[in-house]
Every structure is written in structure tokens, then in C-alpha cells.
């Protein structure tokens, strides 16, 4: 039965504020103004592809709910479930970030308490959604962010299961939100509803204090909870300007390993939103391909790695872009240096 979203997700837009360049915040005299948040990220690059997603959010009813709305709007991605703060307190949460360059790596400050979001509440949205939706993604930021939104990100993620709605989690840890010990018992409450799992292999280590090498903890987790798919990416940062990206999907149907070659020498120009970024094309991969796990990797490596080099937190490559860089990735031969 075809549903009306193939993505939804619950998560926090951000106000993000950037010094120009490689100015930094301490001295610089101007911002950047764009809109951001880890969930936003994910359903942008799942619509640029062409899933059809939207995000489930709690904005202040004022201009810059109006200027995070159009945005969400420019991106492809709907409205439909964003909610208004019309209280004198409601607040759109902000985070400042500077660019980094070697010896000085990037840095970010926070600015995002009591932020409306922090209020949002299921009676808010209509029940309907839990039908209208084949897959449902959220972070652990959201998970982190408060009580309530902890509470209700549990509540939504068990309504959208039972409504036969794939479950896709993002363990995206932040120290500066909570602890390794309180991710680990509170993530473990989802785990068993949870069917694409996103977790680095430093993130196992640290926060569930997994043993082995990437693939012996992949496969771990599928053991321990009944999770069909896997992936972790595998980051190697040379300098904030040079990374190298690349991933591994597990699939636990098929007890088998996708891999592929990296993304060498990549040109940084941000790098905040590329992990989000990688589960936009992984899930565009599973959803859009008839869970194809090798494309759901050339897809998530692709996305992620021109990610690196876009400004701001939101991707802008369309499918047929996408494309392109796969086949220029997977070509050894000789390569045009110019689109045209």
C-alpha cells in the first residue's frame, strides 16, 4: 500500500550563525544566517533524491519560525507536521559555527535551551501521520535534548511501528548534551524497535563500550536486538580542510558486508550536516532502490562526501548529480576536469 510520506522525522531546526570564511567568533563583526538541525539535514537530502519526506517540529510562532518554515519549504521537504510556539518565551534554538583551519580545528557554541521544540507535545501533530508513513528517522539529539523530548521521540517511535512504519535511528552522540552512560540506557530503550541502525565505530566503542573490529560490532548489535541493517561510516580527517570518506552497511538478512573505496582527499570546504548528509543517501538507497544495501552505500558515501564541500548544514545535489559522482568515483580511467 503506497503511503503518503516515504520519510518522516522528529527533530529540532536550528538557527545556525557563521563568521564569514575563516573568520573566527571571538573578533569577527558578522554572521551568516541559515537554518539547520540533524533530522532536517536527513529528510533534505532524502527529498533532493526524491523520496517525499517531511519533518515533525515545534517552531516559534514569529519571523524566524517563518524564516526556518521557508526553508524547510525550499528544500522540497513538508510542512505538514511543523507546529507553532505562540507563547512570549518561544525561542528558536541557535548554534554558532566557526570554520576550522590546521592546527585549528572547528568549533561550535550552543545556544539552544528551552528552544521550542523542547515543548512539543503528540497532541500536536495528528495521528494519521503514524499511517501515512513507510519509514520514520530520528537522532539520538532529540533523545538527549530533554525529558520531553526524549519521551515523546519513544512514544512516536513505538506509534510508528506499530502502524508497520520502518524505524531508522541516528546514535548521533553529543558529549556537551548528555553522557556516554545516559545515551547507552536510554538508547538501548529503542533498540528493540529500531530496523536501520547509524552508529560509528567510535561511537560503539565510547558509548556502548562494544569490543572487536567494526564488522564483529555491526553485526553485534543485530545479535543482540532485531535490527535488519547496520551502517557505519569511517571518517579519517588528515586536516579540517582534507578528509577521507568512506563506510561499511551490514546487512543482517543477508549475513553480508558492503564496502567500497573511499572518498580520498576530499576538499572541505563545512563539514557539518555530512553525516547527515550519508543518511540521506543510505535511506534513498533502501527506500528508493528496493533495499539495494550496495546502492544504499554508493548512495550514503556520495551524498556524504559532497556534502564536505557545500556550504552551511543543508545538501543541494540533486539525484541526477548524485549520480554523476558515483559513476566519476567508480571510473579508473580518464576524467573530464569540468561538468559541461
Known amino acids: 500500500m503506497k ?9 529540532e531546526i536550528l538557527l545556525r550563525l557563521s563568521p564569514p570564511d575563516n573568520e573566527r567568533i571571538v ?17 533534505s537530502g532524502a ?40 507563547e512570549e518565551d518561544a525561542r528558536l534554538g541557535i548554534y554558532f559555527y566557526e570554520n576550522g583551519a590546521y592546527p585549528r580545528k572547528p568549533s561550535v557554541v550552543y545556544d539552544r535551551r528551552h528552544a521550542s521544540f523542547c515543548k512539543i507535545n503528540e497532541t500536536e501533530v495528528p495521528d494519521s501521520m503514524y499511517a501515512n508513513t513507510a519509514c520514520f528517522h530520528t537522532s539520538g539529539i532529540t533523545l538527549a535534548l ?34 556516554g552512560e545516559e545515551a547507552k540506557e536510554c538508547i538501548e530503550r529503542i533498540l528493540p524497535y529500531v530496523d536501520i541502525f547509524f552508529c560509528s565505530e567510535d561511537t560503539a566503542r565510547l558509548t556502548f563500550l562494544k569490543e572487536g573490529n567494526v564488522k564483529e560490532i555491526m553485526k553485534s548489535f543485530t545479535e543482540e536486538y532485531p535490527i535488519s541493517i547496520v551502517a557505519s561510516t569511517q571518517r579519517i580527517v588528515h586536516s579540517p580542510k582534507v578528509h577521507t570518506f ?3 552497511i551490514y546487512s543482517a538478512k543477508e549475513d553480508k558486508y ?38 544504499a552505500l554508493e548512495y550514503g558515501n556520495a551524498t556524504s562526501s559532497v556534502k564536505n564541500t557545500i556550504p552551511g548544514d543543508l545538501p543541494s545535489c540533486d ?11 567508480k571510473n579508473t580511467g580518464i576524467q573530464l576536469e569540468m561538468d559541461r
Open 3 to 11: 503511503k503518503d510520506f516515504d520519510l518522516l522525522s522528529l527533530g
Open 27 to 43: 573578533r569577527g563583526e558578522t554572521f551568516q544566517k541559515q537554518v539547520g538541525g540533524a533530522e532536517l539535514n536527513v529528510v
Open 47 to 86: 527529498a533532493l533524491l526524491g523520496l517525499r519526506t517531511g519533518i515533525i517540529s515545534k517552531l516559534p510562532d514569529n519571523s524566524l519560525g517563518i524564516y526556518a518554515k521557508n526553508r524547510v519549504r525550499f528544500c522540497g521537504v513538508s510542512d505538514d507536521y511543523l507546529v507553532y510556539d505562540k
Open 146 to 179: 530533554s525529558e520531553n523530548t526524549r519521551e515523546v521521540a519513544i512514544d512516536m517511535i513505538k506509534k510508528f511501528k506499530a502502524q508497520g512504519a520502518l524505524i531508522s535511528f541516528d546514535v548521533n552522540f553529543r558529549g556537551n548534551l548528555w553522557t
Open 246 to 248: 568512506g563506510s561499511v
Open 258 to 295: 558492503f564496502e567500497e573505496e573511499p572518498y580520498r582527499d576530499i576538499e572541505v570546504v563545512d563539514r557539518i550536516g555530512s553525516g547527515d548528509a550519508y543518511i540521506s543517501g543510505v535511506l534513498y538507497g533502501l527506500l528508493g532502490c528496493g533495499f539495494d544495501c550496495q546502492k
Open 319 to 329: 539525484l541526477k548529480e548524485i549520480d554523476r559522482i558515483i559513476r566519476n568515483h
